[in-house]
């Protein structure tokens, strides 16, 4: 079957608006004719884009943070590769993106010579890490509950993953005298995880919103974290 030409912005409008009512509903609440509803058109027209509520929402998870725009021309109707390949999928692109560059860098040094400055650069890219990927995230959280591969995936492979890594790397510079000690440092690295998706990700879907300009955000947490463990004013 030859691809089907669709209005450019069309496919994305909808998945846009799906990303949004998944993620108010949670994925067992949310039926084609919300979507529909939300979107401004007759149920029938989401399923000329998609075969299933699956489909809808394995492929608003795909491309829920892409940056360019969805191509024109697409076989139609999209459909739903299953919970399974799903997961797989995400395993693959966690594989990518989970660790930031300076926490691995970090782990593989004793010493350093700015533990401070280290220390920064770990926090803001774990930040711009979740920023980035805030609406898959948002999704996952969200409906991860009726998608427990998803899920798992999700926490094994990148959550889990993260904590253990920052866990470790507090610690051999806390033990060094690098950083501050504290009492629990699996509290600690689960605290600055937590912060990060608090002010990264959940924040936008917050349900009592206040104006918050997002790189005052970044910049706030990032500070907090670094004079806490490694003291001293920026």
Same mark, same amino acid.
Do not use: N
């Given at each position: 079957?030859?691809?089907?030409?669709?209005?450019?912005?069309?496919?994305?409008?909808?998945?846009?608006?799906?990303?949004?009512?998944?993620?108010e509903q949670g994925y067992r609440r949310t039926q084609i004719a919300?979507?529909?509803?939300?979107?401004?058109? #007759?149920? +029938?027209?989401?399923? !000329?884009?998609? *075969?299933?509520k699956q489909?809808?929402?394995?492929?608003?998870?795909?491309? /829920?943070?892409r940056k360019a725009p969805l191509a024109s021309e697409i076989e139609?109707?999209?459909? #739903?590769? +299953?919970?399974?390949? !799903?997961?797989? *999928?995400?395993r693959k692109q966690l594989a990518g993106v989970v660790l930031?560059? /300076?926490?691995?860098?970090?782990?593989?040094?004793?010493?350093?010579?700015?533990?401070?400055?280290?220390?920064?650069?770990?926090?803001r890219q774990l930040y711009g890490i979740s920023y980035r990927h805030r609406r898959a995230i948002k999704l996952i959280d969200r409906c991860g509950r009726d998608h427990p591969e998803l899920a798992k995936a999700f926490?094994?492979?990148?959550?889990?993953?993260?904590?253990?890594?920052?866990?470790?790397?507090?610690?051999?510079?806390?033990r060094a005298r690098m950083l501050a000690p504290?009492?629990?440092?699996?509290?600690?690295?689960?605290?600055?995880?937590e912060s990060v998706a608090?002010?990264?990700?959940?924040i936008h879907w917050d349900p009592s919103p206040q104006p918050i300009e997002p790189g005052a955000a970044e910049e706030t947490v990032v500070q907090l974290v670094v004079r806490a463990l490694a003291g001293g004013a920026p």
């Open positions: 079957m030859p691809p089907r030409i669709i209005p450019e912005s069309r496919l994305q409008d909808l998945l846009d608006c799906a990303t949004r009512v998944f993620i919300h979507v529909a509803e939300a979107l401004g058109v #007759a149920k +029938g027209t989401v399923y !000329l884009y998609v *075969e299933s489909a809808l929402f394995e492929t608003a998870l795909r491309y /829920a943070d139609l109707p999209l459909r #739903a590769s +299953g919970p399974r390949e !799903l997961s797989r *999928e995400l930031p560059s /300076a926490l691995a860098q970090a782990l593989e040094k004793r010493r350093v010579s700015d533990p401070r400055e280290e220390l920064e650069r770990i926090v926490y094994s492979g990148g959550r889990f993953a993260q904590l253990d890594a920052l866990s470790r790397y507090l610690d051999a510079r806390i504290v009492p629990d440092v699996a509290v600690a690295a689960r605290f600055v995880i608090i002010w990264a990700v959940h």
